[in-house]
C-alpha cells in the first residue's frame, strides 16, 4: 500500500487490577481518522484479561492465564495502514512463530494483517537469579479478516519453550 496516512488518534485506557487475587483487566478504545482522507476513520479495541494462578504459597514460582481479544470496525482492511492492522508472532504476542507470521497472507503468502484477534494462554515463570529465569508457556488464537474473530476457523498453537523472564526467547 504507498498510500500516504496522517493519522491522528486518542487512545483512552482503563485498567483494574483486582486485589486480592492480582486479577488485571484492561480495556482500550483507539478512535482514528486520516487527516488526509476524511472517508478514512476506524475504531481499535483491545481487551486484555489476566489472571495469575497460585503454584504453591511458599514457592517463587508464579503462572498466570490469559485472554486477548481485539477488534477494527471500519469498512474495508485495504483502507486501513498496514501498520495498524493486527499481527501476531514474535516475542511478546503468538510466541514461537516469526514476527507477523500470525495473519491472514496475500496469494504470495506475505502477511496482510487482521482487524481482529484472539489469544488464549498460560505461563509459568522459573526465577534462576534475580535477572534469569525460564518461562514455559501455551498459547493459542489466530488472526482474522473480519472485524470479529472467529472460533470456527484454523486455530494456531505454540507450547513450551523456554525464555528469559522478559519474553523474548
Partial sequence: NNKDFLLLSFPLTVKVNNSPNNALYSYTLTPTLDLND???????????????????????????????????????????PPSQRFYGGGPQFFRGYNDHAVS???????????????????????PMTSSLGLEFFFEAGNVYEDTLPSLKGEVLKSAAIPSLPNGNP
Fill in 38 to 80: 476524511s472517508q478514512i476513520h476506524y475504531l481499535k479495541q483491545e481487551a486484555t484479561f489476566k489472571y495469575p494462578l497460585m503454584i504453591s504459597e511458599t514457592s517463587n514460582f508464579h503462572s498466570n492465564a490469559y485472554l486477548q481479544l481485539g477488534s477494527i470496525t471500519l469498512n474495508s482492511r485495504q483502507e486501513l
Fill in 104 to 126: 491472514p497472507l496475500d496469494q504470495d503468502n506475505k502477511p496482510l494483517g487482521g482487524r481482529s484477534y484472539w489469544l488464549a494462554g498460560s505461563d509459568i515463570h522459573f
